[in-house]
């Protein structure tokens, strides 16, 4: 059974830092491209950030550049991103979604699997 699994989103001050993590199982974990994916209150899904499968290679949303890193461990099924000088329209729930090839598309439609999410809120 595939499983994505969502860790670490919480309320944290702007300019602060978060970590997220996703735990993945039920797939070839190396085959598979996984992003994280973000929807805020009446907004569309955008992709922030993904890891493709084959070469590890990184891609992010303008919005996050420099301040978001993401990264993956495929001994452990795992992949993180960290997030520093977080604003208020950072807020939003954050899901970790996986695409099968060594690709990173940017439609959130195309991703196979998804987490249930994590929320993520940016407030003083």
């Known amino acids: 059974q595939v499983q994505l699994v969502e860790s670490g989103g919480g309320l944290v001050q702007p300019g602060g830092s978060l970590r997220l993590s996703c735990a993945a199982s039920?797939?070839?974990?190396?085959?598979?491209?996984i992003a994280w994916i973000r929807q805020a209150p009446g907004k569309e899904r955008t992709r922030v950030s993904c890891?493709?499968?084959?070469?590890?290679?990184?891609y992010y949303a303008d919005s996050v550049k420099g301040r978001f890193t993401i990264s993956k461990d495929d001994d452990k099924n795992t992949v993180s991103l960290q997030m520093s000088g977080l604003k208020a329209e950072d807020t939003a729930v954050y899901y970790c979604?996986?695409?099968?090839?060594?690709?990173?598309?940017?439609?959130?439609?195309?991703?196979?699997?998804w987490g249930r999410g994590t929320q993520v809120t940016v407030s003083s």
């Open positions: 890891i493709s499968g084959t070469f590890g290679t990184t």
């Open positions: 979604a996986a695409y099968e090839s060594g690709w990173c598309p940017s439609d959130p439609g195309l991703y196979k699997f």
């Open positions: 039920g797939f070839t974990f190396s085959g598979y491209s």
